[in-house]
């Protein structure tokens, strides 16, 4: 199983030497670290163990001007070796680092007191007690404290013996979630191109996969693997791992970015957190306070806004809060984070991601607390369910709820199947999912809208789809909601009739007035039927008001009492049956008919004769050909009764 060993402590508490003496290897990699015998960025090594495997080594700098390096290699630490300095004892970034750790969730640590050749054993126990007063009410209390003297080798065999025992003794599971690296360094090697190296936080990485580099989207494919400087073919979580990238590099890879799996798409500038504020941020943490915040090895400018109507968290208090960011990083449901003041001169606190991409909250928001909440419930289904609720969209993919999730798409399809409240619908090429609450909730904001739309429009048979698609609560795609309204007619919740929605049951009702103009329209269009006025004429002829008719027209046309023929000229259902009869009478036997034959035999004027022509090519009746018409191959269904 892999493991990675941290170091933490004070500048010059001998982190480096305790290494060394450990591995042999000298962490010191840079010119000026030799050259002012500090630490200033991350050093490697790594450790062997009984089994034959390795455990990674990251060594941090102590100053603390170079925290943001050393948290930079602190995320992923499984073991920490806590370095506190015989004759200084606990000094400001021992406290810095032991708040830091603790709040990145390590739970395994070794403190050493080191330089032990330089202080008496009074001393020493002086040190073990302040190192057990520190660690108080921490991750770390109860850890095992051992003197050291990189001079001398005292303590060195225990050390080996307790980092083999804390170790093998330790349950890892193993973390759910596709493979992701955030970068701790990346460089250029001549003949080999973009070299990476960081922490696997997740899941595994084969040579010749492709991989994302987040933020900026930029694909690579893997060329070669190393782990603890050795070819492999394969690589996976809890290794030190070096990757050698082949693919055209838009914008440079930096520490910062993170290499993950193709799979993972969604970067933030935003989240959701429980923060815990620690003991060093004496003011405490006030609402819409600038910080700094360290997840992975990104570091970002960005702003805390507290939740739940407080303006102030205490130090050793903890809040709900949504963290915004200048720049957007990947950030994961479980990540862990610190939180720095602007500065850059103390550390705050620091807390765990509950929500990647939540939207912003409203002062208040009803129920805020309580979904906070259950996004902090580890159960799967619970979660499904609040994610797919908070979204802003009805109904979303599967990608963004396993991102969310922090599962494989077969793990999150498999947790989605097993969750009652959730429905799926296809569409658009894929299964979009939302929860049996929203649709319950859209099926009764369309009925809403079908029972006002009826009530202020009696007389139309139903609202059109558009129309009621731009009155739902969410955006939802024109084939989406075509599935949508399906399933709302099989579950009798709304009636279809071409493009237009109305209630289950619902029938125009005609008022006494709209009857009257009903059969005052009959008789000015059945006094000469072959020749009716016009829709302005039939306006004027009536004296009724043109909204009024247009509406009356359209009943009339539904009932199938009138046809339009024209976009302005409408006859009576009667007469343009008979009017079909003749013309199909008239082309079984001759075959084909002009516009001037069919006006003799009509007996009537060339302006009704066209437009009847024309309709009967729309409906199926007639084809034409040249100047004439003739009879498609069989009379349109339904009108042969009429051609009798």
């Given at each position: 199983m892999p493991y990675i060993i941290g170091t933490a402590g004070h500048i010059d508490h001998g982190k480096t030497s305790l290494i060394k003496a450990l591995t042999g290897e000298d962490t010191d990699r840079l010119k000026e670290e030799k050259e002012r015998g500090i630490s200033i960025d991350l050093g490697f090594a790594h450790f062997d163990l009984p089994d034959g495997t390795?455990?990674?080594?990251?060594?941090?700098?102590?100053?603390?001007?170079?925290?943001?390096?050393?948290?930079?290699?602190?995320?992923?630490?499984?073991?920490?070796?806590?370095?506190v300095a015989a004759d200084d004892g606990v000094m400001p970034q021992t406290e810095e680092h032991l708040d830091i750790v603790h709040l990145l969730g390590v739970k395994l640590a070794i403190f050493l007191i080191t330089k032990t050749d330089l202080a008496p054993a009074s001393r020493i126990q002086e040190v073990d007690e302040e190192i057990k007063i520190l660690t108080l009410e921490t991750s770390l209390e109860g850890s095992p404290v051992i003197p050291f003297s990189a001079v001398t080798?005292?303590?060195?065999?225990?050390?080996?013996?307790?980092?083999?025992?804390?170790?093998?003794?330790?349950?890892?599971?193993?973390?759910?979630?596709?493979?992701?690296?955030?970068?701790?360094?990346?460089?250029?090697?001549?003949?080999?191109?973009?070299?990476?190296?960081?922490?696997?936080?997740?899941?595994?990485?084969?040579?010749?996969?492709?991989?994302?580099?987040?933020?900026?989207?930029?694909?690579?494919?893997?060329?070669?693997?190393?782990?603890?400087?050795?070819?492999?073919?394969?690589?996976?979580?809890?290794?030190?791992?070096?990757?050698?990238?082949?693919?055209?590099?838009?914008?440079?890879?930096?520490?910062?970015h993170v290499i993950c799996d193709e799979k993972l798409t969604l970067a933030t500038d935003r989240f959701d957190t429980r923060l815990e504020v620690?003991?060093?941020?004496?003011?405490?943490?006030?609402?819409?306070?600038?910080?700094?915040?360290?997840?992975?090895?990104?570091?970002?400018?960005?702003k805390l806004i507290l939740l739940g109507r407080i303006e102030k968290v205490e130090p050793k208090q903890s809040a709900?809060?949504?963290?915004?960011?200048?720049?957007?990083?990947?950030?994961?449901?479980?990540?862990?984070?610190?939180?720095?003041?602007?500065?850059?001169?103390?550390?705050l606190g620091g807390g765990i991601v509950l929500h990647p991409w939540p939207k912003r909250h409203r002062q208040g928001e009803p129920d805020?607390?309580?979904?906070?909440?259950?996004?902090?419930d580890s159960q799967?289904?619970?979660?499904?369910?609040?994610?797919?609720?908070?979204?802003?969209?009805?109904?979303?993919?599967?990608?963004?709820?396993?991102?969310?999730?922090?599962?494989?798409?077969?793990?999150?399809?498999?947790?989605?199947?097993?969750?009652?409240?959730?429905?799926?619908?296809?569409?658009?090429?894929?299964?979009?999912?939302?929860?049996?609450?929203?649709?319950?909730?859209?099926?009764?904001?369309?009925?809403?809208?079908?029972?006002?739309?009826?009530?202020?429009?009696?007389?139309?048979?139903?609202?059109?789809?558009?129309?009621?698609?731009?009155?739902?609560?969410?955006?939802?795609?024109?084939?989406?909601?075509?599935?949508?309204?399906?399933i709302l007619s099989e579950e009798k919740a709304?009636?279809?009739?071409?493009?237009?929605?109305?209630?289950?049951?619902?029938?125009?009702?005609?008022?006494a007035g709209e009857k009257t103009l009903t059969e005052n329209?009959?008789?000015?269009?059945?006094?000469?039927?072959?020749?009716?006025?016009?829709?302005?004429?039939?306006?004027?002829?009536l004296g009724a008001e043109k909204n009024k008719l247009a509406e009356v027209i359209r009943v009339m046309e539904r009932e199938k009492s009138l046809v339009r023929v024209a976009p302005d000229l409408y006859f009576l259902s009667d007469c343009v049956d008979k009017v079909r009869g003749v013309l199909y009478k008239y082309l079984a036997e001759h075959g084909e008919i002009t516009a001037a034959t069919f006006r003799d035999l009509l007996g009537s004027s060339r302006k009704y004769i066209i437009a009847l022509l024309e309709y009967f090519d729309r409906d199926g009746t007639t084809v034409r050909v040249g100047d004439a018409r003739r009879l498609r191959s069989s009379p349109p269904a339904g009108k042969q009764s009429a051609e009798r």
């Open positions: 390795q455990a990674g080594i990251v060594d941090v700098p102590g100053h603390e001007r170079f925290i943001r390096n050393m948290l930079a290699g602190a995320h992923g630490i499984d073991l920490v070796l806590f370095t080798g005292q303590g060195l065999p225990e050390l080996r013996e307790q980092i083999v025992r804390t170790l093998q003794s330790a349950n890892k599971p193993a973390p759910k979630g596709y493979f992701r690296l955030p970068v701790d360094r990346a460089f250029s090697l001549q003949g080999h191109g973009l070299v990476v190296t960081g922490t696997a936080l997740s899941g595994e990485i084969k040579n010749g996969a492709h991989v994302r580099c987040l933020p900026g989207d930029q694909t690579f494919r893997i060329r070669s693997l190393q782990v603890h400087g050795h070819s492999v073919e394969s690589a996976r979580w809890g290794q030190r791992t070096a990757l050698n990238l082949a693919g055209q590099e838009k914008d440079p890879v930096a520490r910062g620690r003991p060093a941020a004496s003011k405490g943490i006030k609402n819409h306070q600038r910080v700094r915040i360290h997840l992975g090895t990104a570091e970002r400018l960005g709900f809060c949504q963290i915004t960011l200048t720049e957007p990083l990947l950030a994961l449901r479980g990540d862990r984070f610190i939180v720095r003041d602007e500065t850059a001169r103390r550390t805020l607390e309580q979904k906070l909440n259950r996004l902090c799967v289904p619970a979660l499904i369910e609040t994610f797919l609720e908070e979204s802003d969209d009805f109904a979303i993919p599967l990608a963004p709820i396993y991102q969310f999730l922090n599962l494989k798409e077969e793990e999150a399809k498999d947790w989605i199947g097993r969750t009652p409240v959730v429905r799926s619908f296809s569409a658009e090429g894929e299964k979009l999912y939302a929860t049996e609450k929203k649709w319950q909730g859209l099926k009764e904001t369309i009925s809403k809208t079908l029972q006002e739309f009826h009530a202020s429009h009696p007389l139309a048979a139903g609202m059109d789809m558009e129309e009621a698609r731009a009155k739902l609560p969410y955006e939802i795609s024109p084939r989406l909601f075509r599935v949508l309204v399906d709304a009636t279809r009739d071409g493009n237009l929605l109305s209630r289950p049951g619902y029938r125009i009702q005609l008022g329209i009959k008789k000015i269009l059945g006094a000469n039927p072959m020749a009716p006025p016009d829709l302005k004429q039939l306006e004027k002829d």
